[in-house]
């Protein structure tokens, strides 16, 4: 009773949703991308600086590049998904900040001049936002794989360059035959939360 979020969709965003790890060949269409984006880009980041930027992986010849970099394990699941997506920080995000946080211009300049402080900011708030994305994602229906078993400098070099740190690489579709390992139990409430 203290959850006004409908007990449905409750389901489909977390007691159900699953880490699929098997797809049908359902494509992913761009209009659902474009939905699961729209509906994300709200979730806060710090001085809403956005830093996640979203590369989708949809060619065959893109496809195998990418299989080359990821983790033995990791590969028939990010060979076969519909579609697979890489989730980078862009670590100059910086350059949209007046635009994106006109309330303080200037912050671009007072907190985010030098790079070290804008790769850790990047960091966090684009993991942050790819944490929205698979919500989102559980959200349009379909399930993610997200994946960090993967040859990171190799996917920036392949698919990015140096102003973008990959975060992750997610696997999009619907689930297929076997697509769940069991469930892993959850730390308990009294396990994680501290009252002071
Ligand atoms: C950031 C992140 C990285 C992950 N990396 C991998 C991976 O490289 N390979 C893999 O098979 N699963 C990976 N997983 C899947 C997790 O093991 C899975 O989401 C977790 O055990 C919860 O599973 P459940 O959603 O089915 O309960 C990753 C998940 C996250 C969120």
């Given at each position: ?86 989730l980078s920080a ?33 960091t966090?708030?684009a993991a942050?936002?790819a ?17 960090t ?16 740190t990959p975060l992750m ?28």
């Open positions: 009773m203290s959850l006004v979020l409908d007990p449905a969709a409750q389901d489909l965003l977390f007691r159900e949703a699953r880490t699929a790890n098997t797809f049908t060949d359902e494509p992913v269409t761009e209009e659902q991308v474009q939905a699961i984006y729209d509906l994300v880009k709200y979730g806060p980041t710090a001085f809403n600086q956005t830093p996640l930027r979203i590369t989708l992986v949809r060619s065959a010849e893109a496809r195998e590049r990418l299989v080359q970099h990821m983790a033995e394990g990791n590969q028939p699941k990010t060979a076969s998904a519909p579609l697979v997506a890489i862009d670590n100059e995000f910086h350059e949209e900040l007046p635009a994106l946080f006109p309330a303080f211009p200037q912050a671009k300049d007072v907190f985010f001049a030098e790079r070290p402080a804008r790769e850790g900011s990047a966090l708030n942050l936002q944490a929205y994305f698979i919500v989102g994602v559980r959200a349009a229906g379909l399930a993610a794989g997200p994946m078993g993967f040859d990171f400098e190799g996917v920036r070099k392949e698919f990015l360059d140096d102003d973008h690489v997610v696997n999009i579709g619907r689930p297929g035959p076997d697509a769940w390992y069991p469930r892993s139990p959850r730390l308990a409430y009294e396990d994680v939360v501290t009252t002071v």
